[in-house]
């Protein structure tokens, strides 16, 4: 819709204009009035009218004098002159100022409706025109500035850019309800930074950034702003700020490696090259299920998170495809199940850690998400069947050592789970049961060894593996410095052996 400004000093005049003209039916509205020619000056500098209906004879400037002031000061709009004087002359100075016509009082009704009509069709051809200007201007500069990504030698040699420094960003709104409106706020917000190219990459509508001039923490500046007003529907990988063109490409690869690995970092935000470690080793060493299994039965929640961010970090910084990160989370999950279920027989799996629950964090579209999750399950198992009682650590030590007896413990790992000395632990413990650590773990594991060599589905050296001893002979020597006889002599008296000679012959102890 056209907006118009009247200036006339007859009140009358202005009303009866404003009357006679069926405004909506011509795409008009009237925008404000003015009653002499200083008045509409300043109206016409300060409400940007596109048409302009005004008399020529007014107090003050007259209306030649007020376009002629208007037109300098850079207004762009129409002008229609009304005059009750049929001298050429005016009219002639009117044409020559750009007035789009004179009309004579009083005013025709048809032919001010005809001329406004034509003003409103002058000024769509000219935005038209305008517009596929800016469109072929924009459409050069993208490709300039694509080719620029690209490494394109010829646009590198002929672009016409003189900047200090460049740098390259890509911005993906892709995880936003609706990403056409996000992607277009973005390219409003940047249009506000100065040396600031912004074109799409994709049919997806993503965002490549080419800062000219601007340092990095200029750079910086801009994208944080974006991303503390847009978060978190957006996510921006940023390449490091190079000073030749030739080295643009650099930059935006940069920035591209970092959004295919967005999977990893996209709950960082603004992710620039600098904060992206350089490892490409995939593998995750650390034992992080046996750490956090530690953790979930002493219920400690605050380590337990720790942990889960360390993994986390791990495999940030191992540069994981989302397929094998997720592989990796999935492992885990089920890893630490599995340790659950083996000292907690009684729990069923659906109890613990469900399948559902493990099949969903593969639909999750980020390593944040994923390990958050594990949190929130990991946090309530524990809470659930481990939580703390009135216990005292102790207490909770020697329940940790009766569930995992099997697997390889050392009072410096206890001693790192439960956050003590290794040597203060060991002196508390052997004040509270009574025994040194390795005795108690001993006696625990020999007692269990009794119980599992009555089965005769077990042979002796698969009994020593499964209550912790990987070697077959320093069973063989604890238990016979315990139970008096070998492993294999208690398995053959079905554990009747108080009368059996300790020195009866155990050749065939390593069956």
């Not at 460049?166 to 409106?181: C, F, W």
């Not at 997806?204 to 978190?232: A, C, Q």
């Not at 970092?258 to 490892?279: C, D, N, P, Q, W």
Request: charged share 30%; with cysteine.
């Amino acid at each position: 819709m056209f907006k118009v400004l009247l200036v006339d000093d007859e009140p009358n005049v202005r009303q009866g204009i404003k009357m006679m003209i069926p405004w909506r039916d011509i795409d008009c509205q009237v925008i404000g009035e003015a009653d002499d020619g200083d008045d509409g000056l300043c109206k016409i500098m300060e409400l940007n009218p596109d048409i302009v209906i005004a008399d020529i004879k007014m107090p003050g400037k007259s209306g030649i004098e007020m376009t002629e002031m208007a037109k300098k000061m850079g207004f762009k709009g129409k002008v229609l002159i009304l005059s009750g004087y049929s001298d050429f002359t005016y009219a002639k100075e009117a044409i020559s100022l750009g007035v789009e016509n004179f009309i004579l009082k009083p005013v025709d009704e048809d032919e001010l409706i005809d001329s406004i009509k034509s003003c409103g069709e002058k000024i769509k051809r000219e935005q038209e025109i305008i517009y596929r200007q800016e469109k072929g201007s924009e459409y050069i500069n993208e490709q300039i500035i694509k080719g620029l990504f690209a490494g394109n030698e010829e646009l590198t040699a002929n672009a016409d850019f003189d900047y200090s420094s460049y740098t390259a960003a890509i911005i993906s709104a892709e995880y936003g309800d609706n990403p056409s409106e996000a992607y277009a706020e973005v390219r409003r917000q940047l249009s506000l930074a100065h040396n600031t190219d912004t074109v799409t990459l994709d049919l997806s509508g993503v965002l490549g950034i080419l800062f000219k001039g601007l340092t990095k923490i200029e750079v910086r500046s801009v994208l944080d702003k974006l991303y503390s007003e847009m978060k978190p529907n957006i996510f921006i990988a940023v390449g490091d700020t190079v000073t030749s063109l030739h080295d643009i490409e650099k930059s935006y690869t940069e920035a591209n490696d970092i959004y295919i690995a967005r999977f990893l970092y996209k709950h960082l935000g603004v992710v620039t090259a600098e904060m992206i470690g350089s490892s490409t080793n995939n593998e995750i060493e650390t034992d992080y299920a046996s750490t956090i299994y530690a953790y979930i039965e002493i219920n400690d929640t605050a380590k337990l998170d720790r942990t889960l961010d360390g993994f986390m970090a791990s495999l940030m910084e191992s540069c994981i495809s989302p397929e094998n990160a997720k592989v990796s989370c999935i492992s885990l999950m089920m890893d630490v199940r599995f340790r659950i279920e083996r000292s907690a027989s009684d729990r069923k799996p659906e109890n613990l850690i469900s399948d559902k629950f493990i099949s969903e964090l593969s639909d999750c579209d980020s390593i944040y998400e994923i390990i958050s999750r594990m949190k929130s399950c990991l946090t309530e198992l524990s809470n659930t069947y481990y939580g703390r009682t009135t216990k005292s650590t102790m207490e909770r030590v020697v329940q940790y050592i009766k569930a995992n007896y099997n697997r390889e413990l050392k009072l410096e790992i206890l001693a790192g789970i439960f956050g003590y000395n290794s040597a203060y632990l060991g002196k508390v413990f052997h004040q509270y049961t009574g025994e040194n650590f390795n005795n108690y773990l001993d006696k625990i594991r020999i007692t269990e060894a009794k119980r599992l060599l009555l089965d005769e589905e077990y042979k002796v050296y698969e009994v020593a593996e499964m209550v912790g001893y990987s070697n077959i002979n320093y069973f063989h020597n604890k238990f016979k410095k315990y139970v008096g006889v070998s492993p294999l002599s208690y398995k053959k008296c079905k554990g009747q052996c108080d009368k059996i000679d300790p020195s009866a012959d155990d050749t065939d102890d390593e069956e």
